[in-house]
Antibody
Framework: EVQLVESGGGLVKPGGSLRLSCAASGFTFTSYTINWVRQAPGKGLEWVSGISGTSSDMYLADSVKGRFTVSRDNARNSLSLQMNSLRADDTAVYFC?????????????WGRGTLVTVSS | EIVLTQSPDILSLSPGERATLSCRAS???????LAWYQQKPGQAPRLLMYDPSSRATGIPDRFSGSGSGTHFTLTISRLEPEDFALYFCQQYGSSPLTFGGGTRVEMK
């Protein structure tokens, strides 16, 4: 089955760290740029990060630059988002999403998401 | 950054009616690179349209997208019960890519 499955969310205190993972299956993982998109409770969508198939290109939204890093392990068909210095406004469901066109920047396959809550 | 404004916030319609959703951009969207997504409670977004009139795989032909420059429209020709959901537009013509705030299509 073609799918993305996120994990690693949870409750963390402000200033803390969390590492999210995204496991891919059913498609040629290395052929796709994979992204993270988040959605704060009851709010709209915000693009967070993207990484190309070979990891040659990595992109981060200004709101997370210097705090988040993205990486991928093509041997394991997985993607990670390391989140440091977390703030309350990072609270959201984090989705991983596939770009079908390779830096086309729209998303044809999404995971179900993992919830990150930043609170003391 | 391109700001996308969706209207209306809520659209109250009955099954079988036509739904017209608007997405306006604060500046012209490069190459008309605009997509539409549907989201139901507790679920991930689902790609409906891109470029902006190309239908994604498996999307029924009652969904159509149109527009250019700063004004784009998603039309659902005849609402089915499963179409009552939240709809977002997204531009991917320039960085950073941005999403609209959403239009909720609810059953009257």
């Amino acid at each position: 089955e073609v799918q993305l499955v996120e994990s690693g969310g949870g409750l963390v205190k402000p200033g803390g760290s969390l590492r999210l993972s995204c496991a891919a299956s059913g498609f040629t993982f290395t052929s796709y740029t994979i992204n993270w998109v988040r959605q704060a409770p009851g709010k709209g969508l915000e693009w967070v990060s993207g990484i190309s198939g070979t990891s040659s290109d990595m992109y981060l939204a200004d709101s997370v630059k210097g705090r988040f890093t993205v990486s991928r392990d093509n041997a394991r068909n997985s993607l990670s988002l390391q989140m440091n210095s977390l703030r309350a406004d990072d609270t959201a469901v984090y989705f991983c999403a596939r770009d079908p066109r390779g830096n086309g920047w729209y998303f044809d396959l999404w995971g179900r998401g993992t919830l990150v809550t930043v609170s003391s | 950054e391109i700001v996308l404004t969706q209207s209306p916030d809520i659209l109250s319609l009955s099954p079988g009616e036509r739904a017209t959703l608007s997405c306006r951009a604060s500046q012209s969207v490069s190459r008309n690179y605009l997509a539409w997504y549907q989201q139901k409670p507790g679920q991930a977004p689902r790609l409906l349209m891109y470029d902006p009139s190309s239908r994604a795989t498996g999307i029924p032909d009652r969904f159509s997208g149109s527009g250019s420059g700063t004004h784009f429209t998603l039309t659902i020709s005849r609402l089915e019960p499963e179409d009552f959901a939240l709809y977002f537009c997204q531009q991917y013509g320039s960085s950073p890519l941005t999403f609209g705030g959403g239009t909720r299509v609810e059953m009257k």
